[in-house]
């Protein structure tokens, strides 16, 4: 399989308006900035980009102030998320737990992906807990199976950032959980995955 050819190496999703359409673009910036702080300031220019999957959009020579950024995909755009738990060393140290040999995979569904600095509901059997965990998010791009190691980052489109929500008590608390933690449930709730705002294509960081 060919690396993934993508016409963009920053992926945001913006609207130019508080009435115009959400759109995908290109941040015009220097590569140390912060493209957050700059939306926010009003100071973020795009380059339009034409298309409604993020894999493949055409370049366009509009440039557009950013009035509010997004996440830079949707749900729709990510059918499931797989989700590695203990993803390092420091933290498995710090709960007293043995180095594993193969790491702990859960998931979250589509619908828990939500956009950046959008607000998150808590469900009503969650009120009494919510926590926050900055991520590493590698974004997949094209299908695989039976990957190499070697061939693993021609499937990768790029790099984010995410936050996974976790209800605590619904994860650990024997009341809640029984008697194993459980992680998929006390995860997953919608818009317990915002995603955001940036997407960086890989070859731009690499193995990251």
Known sequence: MSPINLPWTRLV???SSAASAIKYGEPIVAPDADIGQLAQEGKLQVKQLLGTDPFQLETTDVTETVFRLYGP??????????????????????TGRPLPTCPTVFTKPGPAVAD????????KIAQEQCDYEGELVIVIGQDGKNITAENALDYVAGYT???????????RESSKAGPVPQWTFSKSFDKYAPLGPCLVRQDLLNEA
């Open 13 to 15: 999703r913006y609207s």
């Open 73 to 94: 995909l949707e749900p729709k755009d990510v059918p499931i998320v797989r989700c590695i738990g203990l993803n390092y060393k420091t933290h498995i140290l710090e």
């Open 161 to 171: 950032v995410g936050n996974d929500v976790s209800a605590r008590d619904w994860q």
């Open 116 to 123: 950046h600095d959008s607000p998150i509901p808590i469900p």
